[in-house]
């Protein structure tokens, strides 16, 4: 009973965070007005903010203060070649199973993980002239209680326009050889191949001479260029080529708000190195990417490393870890940190016929270098920073009286807006011009918005919700009316414990910018 309370509270917490996404401009479905298209999401002002700041950091940890890694910055369209010998063409592939009846798409892993239980669920309905009619569903569901969900979503597709009344559940028996549609109850087939990458054709002619894809990683292109940039960078082994750029996969089931989407970014670094130096390398970039995640605001006890075993990995590599988070809608991959050995030079090398081999001026050894890849998803960690920064508390309002409060706490490093800025009276021009001078003066060193618009509590509630660290209000003692030594001090407030301080307006930029880095 305890583990269906927290998967419903955990249900509507993220109904709420998908809410607050759209309602404050962080996320939005992609092609809204055209009724959007599955996978597709689109950043609002506030979202892009917040994944630039995540990729901007990732790439000053990963690039800028390391000696031993340069950047790239490669194609989405890439020759054909390229998924021939990198495996993609002919193994990029997901089983997938499909229902006989309405056609409806799904991962073979996630009918036989979803669908241990089956019932007929009678849901009561009324229709525009009040009469009440019984709508006959086929649910399958994770377990009794995910049934009674999916029966609401079910109804809201067979019936939009009817109002739901009521529910009653029957013959609700487990399913584990799980053969009837998630949707309509209808046969499933047999699992078959599908391969996720999209294609496309470049050039006037559409046929299979001009036939490529929309690369599905960044990382082929590192790995095609690995020479040109090694010549170029004059690097000695081992050293890394870092990568942000979009992927697209075809996603069969495309779910968990942004977690699985059709388009999403990566930040990948190949790290090439001598094959002796392969397995410590994994553990050391495990371990990298572990204090990563801690610095930009998650806690260590919602990480995992898991070790991926054998049957799982890939064919070709030697270790691989997933690192993992506790989404409230379960443990899920965050990013994989996987030694790939020699595989992709080697394959590129045989296909293009072109030396990647790397030349040892002290030993004159000639030899393909090993790889170790952390892979990221940027989407996925966007969606991770939300979750976890997401929190309701108590806080007084205008009037001093306490009152509930949705507060974003991000790591005020990823903050979209670092520092909101207020006269306490938008109709006092010397205040309002004392809240645009600070503007000025904060601008150069962070991304600052100005609010005069309603009562100082609520404009501070706003940025709550949104996650700004601090706001400056300008109030009478700046101008020094009340107390001449209080003449151009400001009252910093901080979000999360919403305690106020007396700072002078010439070191704010001192007392800000160590808290933002
Ligand atoms: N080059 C290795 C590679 O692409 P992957 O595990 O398939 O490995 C790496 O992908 C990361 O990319 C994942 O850990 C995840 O964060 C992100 N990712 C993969 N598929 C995704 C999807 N459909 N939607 C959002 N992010 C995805």
Redesign the pocket.
């Known amino acids: 009973m305890a583990e269906i309370m927290n998967k419903s509270s955990d249900t509507h917490r993220m109904e709420k965070i998908v809410s607050l996404c759209k309602r404050r401009g962080f996320i939005f479905q992609s092609s809204e007005i055209y009724g959007g298209l599955n996978g597709l999401w689109d950043y609002g002002s506030l979202g892009v903010e917040l994944k630039r700041n995540l990729k901007n950091y990732w790439w000053r940890l990963m690039v800028h203060e390391r000696d031993d890694v340069v950047g790239m910055d490669g194609s989405i369209l890439m020759n054909r070649a390229v998924w021939k010998a990198s495996g993609h063409e002919d193994t990029f592939t997901d089983p997938m199973i499909e229902c006989m009846q309405c056609k409806r798409r799904y991962k073979a892993d996630q009918i036989s993980r979803e669908v241990p239980y089956h019932a007929t669920v009678n849901v009561i309905a009324k229709a525009d002239d009040g009469s009440e009619h019984v709508i006959p569903l086929q649910v399958g569901g994770s377990s009794a209680e995910d049934v009674r969900q999916k029966a609401r979503v079910q109804f809201r597709c067979v019936a939009p326009n009817a109002t739901f009344v009521s529910m009653s559940v029957e013959n609700a028996k487990k399913d584990t050889a799980a053969t009837l549609c998630l949707f309509c109850g209808g046969d499933l087939s047999g699992a078959r191949p599908f391969n996720l990458m999209f294609k496309t054709y470049v050039g006037a002619t559409e046929d299979e001479s001009s036939l490529t894809y929309l690369r599905?990683?960044?990382?082929q292109a590192i790995f095609v260029q690995f020479k040109n940039v090694l010549e170029v960078s004059r690097k000695k082994l081992p050293f890394g080529i870092a990568q942000i750029g979009k992927?697209f996969?075809n996603?069969i089931n495309?779910r968990n708000f942004?977690?699985?989407?059709?388009e999403?970014e990566?930040m990948?670094l190949e790290y090439f190195c001598r094959p002796e130096q392969g397995m410590k390398l994994l553990e050391y970039w495990k371990e990298e990417r572990l204090k990563f995640y801690e610095n930009i605001g998650i806690p260590p006890e919602k990480l995992h490393a898991r070790e991926v075993p054998d049957e799982e990995r890939a064919f070709y590599s030697k270790g691989t870890y997933?690192i993992e988070y506790d989404f409230p809608f379960g443990r899920q991959?965050?990013?994989?940190v996987?030694y790939r050995t020699d595989y992709d030079l080697l394959q590129h090398q045989k296909a293009s016929g072109k030396s990647l081999e790397y030349f040892d001026e002290e030993t004159k050894q000639r030899f393909i270098p090993h790889v170790v890849?952390p892979?990221?998803?940027v989407?996925?960690?966007v969606l991770a920073l939300i979750c976890e920064a997401y929190a309701e508390d108590q806080a007084p309002d205008e009037k001093g009286k306490m009152g509930a409060r949705v507060v974003l706490r991000f790591h005020p490093r990823m903050a979209p807006i670092k520092c909101a800025v207020f006269p306490l009276l938008k109709n006092k021009e010397p205040l309002v011009a004392k809240a645009k001078e600070i503007v000025e003066l904060l601008r150069p060193h962070m991304y600052v918005f100005y609010d005069e618009s309603g009562a100082i509590g609520r404009r501070y509630r706003r940025q709550d919700e949104i996650g700004t660290p601090f706001g400056v209000t300008v109030d009478f003692e700046t101008l020094g009316e009340k107390d001449s030594s209080l003449l151009n001090t400001v009252t910093l407030r901080e979000r999360d414990s919403m305690k106020q301080e007396r700072v002078a307006i010439k070191d704010l930029v001192e007392t800000l910018t160590p808290r933002i880095r």
């Open positions: 599905p990683e960044t990382a992927a996969r996603e495309p942004t977690f699985r989407s059709r999403f990566q990948e997933d991959e965050l990013e994989g996987a890849e892979s990221a998803g989407d996925r960690t």
